[in-house]
């Protein structure tokens, strides 16, 4: 029998860029349409500065 004792760590770190139609921007959240689904981001997640007042 194999020994089952070690475990195996897969750490995977990586970016992909996915293209899509910015549907509404409601408060904080980004809706992104991509291919039929129409997907809600949070607005931290972009690198975008915040207007201020």
Known sequence: MANQS???NI???STISLKGI???IFNDTVHVQI???IIPI???DFMMEK???
């Open 6 to 8: 070690e475990s195996k």
């Open 11 to 13: 750490s995977v770190n």
């Open 22 to 24: 910015v549907k509404a």
């Open 35 to 37: 291919g039929g689904k």
């Open 42 to 44: 949070p607005a931290s």
């Open 51 to 53: 207007p201020t007042k």
